[in-house]
């Protein structure tokens, strides 16, 4: 119950294209909803966030969509960028226990 | 200039020999914690700290401890490595209220046990 559940394990995209990455949950009582993302060779960093009193958090090109009721949410990158290769991890939390996270997304957008 | 900053960047070592991976923040906070990435199975905690002198177990804490006796620093300790310890470790301080935080990482430290 405790689990998050990421998929695809790797995308590749074109450049200009959208990325999307889901994950999906079981435990209602998660919160909280970040986005890490991290390049090759270093630590992840927080991308983007969501609490489930909204669907959907714009950020720039990266979009959060919230699906409350079907315990889901997924990132969004609109016009992809070579330099968004990364991999990306969900994450969530119940706020009175530790990040979940998935198990990540290997981004290549080619040009 | 704000970070976390771990030490060593690599180290290949041999079964049982103990080790320490240091781990220091400079922003004051009072959340830390320890992960390892492994390929195909993401992020899993190890321990974290909400405060000095306070830690728990994370989601694989065996073979590992850890300290925290200052707000600033979190070792790692492998009292005696063994080969499925070899991973991609990660040290992160927490802004923020409870585990609605904003984790910063470190750079990582990659462990080879021989």
């Known amino acids: 119950q405790q689990q998050v559940k990421q998929s695809p394990q790797s995308l590749i995209v074109q450049k200009g294209g959208i990325s999307i990455i889901n994950c999906a949950y079981e435990n209602t009582a998660f919160d909280y909803f970040p986005w890490y993302q991290q390049f090759p060779g270093k630590g992840p960093a927080l991308l983007i966030a969501i609490r489930p009193d909204v669907s959907e958090k714009k950020e720039g090109r990266f979009t959060i969509s919230f699906n409350k009721s079907a315990k889901q949410f997924s990132l969004h990158i609109m016009d992809s960028q070579p330099g968004d290769s990364a991999t990306y991890f969900c994450a969530a939390t119940t706020g009175n226990t530790p990040l979940v996270f998935g198990k990540g997304t290997r981004l290549s957008v080619i040009a | 200039e704000a970070q976390v900053t771990q030490n060593p960047r690599y180290l290949i070592t041999v079964t049982g020999k103990k080790l320490t991976v240091t781990c220091s923040q400079n922003?004051?906070?009072?959340?830390m914690s320890w992960y390892r990435q492994d390929p195909g199975l993401g992020l899993r905690q190890i321990y974290y700290?909400?405060?000095?002198?306070?830690?728990d177990k994370g989601d694989v804490p065996e073979g590992y401890k850890v300290s925290r006796k200052e707000k600033r620093n979190f070792p790692l300790i492998l009292e005696s490595p063994s080969p499925n310890q070899t991973s991609l470790y990660f040290c992160?301080?927490?802004?923020?209220?409870?585990?609605?935080?904003?984790?910063?990482f470190g750079p990582g430290t990659r462990l080879t046990v021989l």
């Open positions: 700290s909400m405060n000095v002198e306070v830690t």
């Open positions: 922003m004051n906070h009072e959340y």
């Open positions: 992160a301080s927490g802004t923020g209220t409870g585990f609605y935080n904003e984790q910063f």
